[in-house]
Each structure stands twice: as C-alpha cells, then as structure tokens.
C-alpha cells in the first residue's frame, strides 16, 4: 500500500516572479496544458490582486484546463480573497491559497502585530475564503523561522476555521533538512486536528537545501509538496517538481507515489526554458543536458558495460530519447515538428511551422547540425515578426587597430530608417546606430552572453536589462553572431516600452 503525495505546481506564480521571466497570458496557457498533461494536482494560477494580467490569467487558465485544482495567491485580506474569487469563477476545482506570516521577525518588523493578533487574522481569513469555496489553503509565511509551539497554535486555529491544506514554508530556505522534517513530525504529533488537513510544503533554494528540506518534511507526515518546473522562482529557486518525482521514483521503498507522468518531464522543462528564456543550467538534476551525459573514461567504460553502473534513471523515464534525430540542412518539417514535440512545443497551425522552417533553414546552413536549444530558440522567434521594431540590416566592421563601424536598418511599423555609428567594439557601435534612429533617454544596465550549446558555430544567447523612463525592462536575443543577438535583445526591450 503506497501513499499518495499531492503535487501543487507554482511555476505560474512563484515561479513566473523571476526578473525578465514574465509570460503572457497565452504563454502561460501552454504552460498549464502541459502541466495538466505531465499530471500535477494543483495549478497556481496567479496572484489575482496584484495586476489585471494576473487576474486574467487566472480566468483564462481556469477555462483552458479540465481536472487539475486551479489556486488564487491571496493575502489575508477580504478585499484580496475578493479578487480571488472573481478569477476563479470558471475553475472546475477552485481554491483559495491565503496566508500570513507566523515568524516573530514578520509579526514584529512586517506587521507591527502580536502573536495572539496574528492568530485572529489568519483565523479570520480562512472563515473569510470558506464562504466562497470549500478547499481553502492556509500558508504560514516564515514558518521556517517560527517557533514550532506558536506555529502548531496556529495551525489548530486555522484547520479549525475550515482549511483543508496547511501550507509550512521555508519562504527564506534557512532550514537544516532535519530541523524541517522535525518541524512536520511536531506539527503531526501536537496539532489535535491535523487529521482534517493536508500538510504542505514549499521550501525555497537559498541554502541549495530545498529539495532535501521537501523530502525531509514528506519523510515525516507532508501529503502535499509546492514545486515548480526546473526549480525556477524568487532569488535561488524553489524545489524542483522533476527532483521529487524522480526521487520518489527511484526511492520506491519509501512507499509514496505521484501522479507525475514522468516520461512528460523533460519536454515540460523545456516548454517552460523556452518560454521563458532562462536556460537550464548544464548540470541541473534529472533535466540538464550532462545529466545523462558521461565524459570520464572510467565512467564511460561502466556505462557501455551496463548502463546501471553510473545512471539510477533510465533517460527514457524523463522524457529523454537517446536515440534523437539529428536535424541538418536536408532535414524537413516532419523531423522539425518530431524535435519540435519532444521539447513540448507542438505546432499544429501549418503556417507557423512553415515560418519556424524557414529560420531553421538558414541556421542549418551555418551550422554542421542544430541542436534542441537551437530549434527551442526558433520556435520564440517566429514571434518577432509581431514586433513593432524589427531588425532588417546589420553590418559592422572591426577587428584588431580598427575602429569598430556598425551600419543598422530597422523596420518600424513597417516605415524604414537606416544609421551608422562608430564605437569602442562591435556591440557598442551598433548600438549607438540603433539608438540614433531610436531617439529615446534609455541606459543599458545589464548585458549577459550565454552559449546554448557547444561549439564555435553556435547559437549564443544575449540577457538585457534595459532603463528606461524609471522602469527595467529585459530583453533577449539568439543568433549564431553575437553581435546581431545584442541588438535583438535591446530591441526587444525596447518592444516592450509601451506595453509596459
């Protein structure tokens, strides 16, 4: 007999807080279908109160998925719990995630409150959100670094007031794996009416210790665990989904299953990598691409002598086909849209394939091969051409004692304007030259260059971070000529300026 453990997927909330990882409303559609699909319980679908796009995505998800829970964020405000309710109107399963902080520190410096005070409201909440859905979600914010006997109080107070889950958060991910799974095991013991409540858990990265304090704390009574795609969310991440599940799978002795589709993990990871244009580190557990790489002799020599005796994952269980087809110059659209839907994008609308052909054509034929980052980068693009500033031109001329001369056409709106600039370097000169056609007081504040992939021909990725009128605004860019990738991405951020 195995126990169940309840997946709560926040790649949509916690997740999507990350600077420069915002998605739209249809993005954000994608993504829930193919949460929906790999099997997650429970989608948090925003936080309602803190922008009209949230409220809509919100709505929109409700309407877009079928079984899965779909969660509203609140605060433990009434006018918060509103909100929440509004967007929720077109859920199947609804829920209600309200919460505040239990941590002496948030009571003292965050709310200027007293113990007994913050009971009341959170008690208050909970009876609050009641009258509007059954399954009510309580976190207590902080409860890390809240003292175990006052955290227990609190919890009795609100499964008392009618919640069904109780969520115990490590918001800072300060806690020691064994210090975290004690705190489950005091709350199981010392709360006379845990038996009506789920216990959850959403632990963040900061000590690179969020996995282990989530397995620590379903080791000792958690039911339900607060996960997100790659691990992404506020500072250093929260607990990765594809870790627990893998854990849980390989860990069979430990008697507990999810409803994870675990063959649908890696092409989640990449749906959610693309769209958001944060690259999965190379090392990343279970879905970077050295997780099944080896490059030691000795390891090599094992594996090629039975695979076991350097992988605990078969890389077919995460989604992962060893036996990938090579994209080249002289491959077609049938084996564009088979990688395509291995990395989780499926593109039935012909029109976009055939755009998504025509820039794979042209990389195939400045590359030996293209690569899954590759074509994951290709699929974004085909959204450019939406764009009211586009790239039409860029020609720059440097090298070793020679002035760097960057020459520039944009398409705006579909009018034309071209300009030249000199510059200390390729990058600079060229956008100076864009900046002259572009008349606006902006300031570059951040400028990063990542490799995708391997090799002197490949596509590099550029992160900007762009001021303009007192706000920031993040850009991207790819191209196998870094250079034209830094005007991409300074072009997207200025693309963004009005919708902003």
Request: glycine letters at 8%; one cysteine or more.
């Amino acid at each position: 007999m195995t126990d169940r453990l309840f997946i709560f997927d926040t790649t949509l909330r916690d997740g999507e807080q990350v600077p420069g990882c915002q998605l739209n409303t249809i993005e954000k559609i994608q993504v829930a279908r193919a949460l929906e699909a790999l099997g997650v319980d429970v989608i948090e679908a925003g936080f309602p109160i803190s922008s009209p796009g949230d409220f809509n995505s919100v709505i929109e998800i409700s309407k877009a998925v079928t079984w899965p829970t779909i969660c509203a964020l609140t605060r433990a405000v009434e006018r918060d719990i509103d909100v929440a309710n509004d967007a929720l109107q077109y859920a199947k399963r609804k829920r209600i995630h309200t919460g505040i902080g239990t941590s002496d520190s948030h009571i003292k410096y965050k709310f200027n409150s007293n113990r007994e005070e913050i009971i009341e409201r959170a008690v208050r909440a909970v009876k609050y959100a009641k009258k509007y859905v059954e399954d009510v979600e309580f976190y207590a914010e902080d409860a890390g670094r809240t003292d175990n006997e006052y955290l227990a109080r609190v919890v009795e107070a609100v499964i008392k007031a009618g919640a069904t889950v109780v969520n115990i958060p490590d918001t800072t991910g300060y806690c020691l794996p064994e210090e975290f799974g004690a705190k489950i095991k005091y709350l199981v013991e010392h709360v006379d009416n845990i038996d009506r409540a789920v216990i959850s858990t959403h632990c963040h990265n900061d000590l690179g210790m969020a996995t282990a304090n989530t397995l620590s704390g379903v080791i000792n009574g958690a039911r339900q665990v607060e996960v997100t795609i790659n691990g992404i969310g506020e500072r250093a991440g929260n607990t990765s989904l594809e870790e627990i599940a893998m854990i849980l799978k390989c860990h069979r002795h430990l008697g507990i299953d999810t409803n994870i589709n675990t063959r649908k993990i890696f092409p989640t990871s990449r749906l959610v990598s693309g769209l958001m244009n944060m690259p999965v580190q190379a090392n990343k557990a279970v879905v970077g691409r050295n997780a099944f790489a080896h490059s030691s002799g000795i390891h090599q020599d094992g594996v090629l002598k039975n695979v076991a005796t350097y992988e605990i994952m078969d890389p077919h269980d995460v989604g992962i086909d060893d036996n990938s087809i090579v994209l080249t110059a002289r491959s077609g659209r049938a084996a564009l849209k088979h990688r395509l839907h291995a990395n989780g994008v499926d593109v039935s609308d012909e029109a976009r394939l055939d755009s998504i052909y025509e820039r794979f054509l042209k990389l195939a034929d400045q590359k030996k091969d293209v690569s899954d980052a590759d074509i994951m980068m290709l699929a974004g693009a085909d959204t450019a051409d939406a764009h009211a500033v586009r790239l039409d031109f860029l020609q720059v001329t440097t090298g070793k004692g020679v002035k760097s001369v960057a020459s520039i056409g944009l398409d705006i709106s579909g009018q034309k304007f071209e300009a030249a600039s000199s510059g200390n370097g390729p990058v600079d000169a060229a956008i100076k030259a864009l900046k002259k056609i572009i008349l606006k007081q902006m300031t570059l504040k951040e400028f990063t260059i990542q490799a995708i992939s391997k090799g002197s021909d490949d596509v590099g990725k550029v992160h900007m971070q762009v001021e303009y009128d007192g706000r920031m605004y993040y850009g991207f860019g790819a191209n196998t000529d870094i250079v034209t990738a830094s005007v991409e991405a300074y072009i997207d951020c200025i693309n963004k300026f009005k919708k902003t």
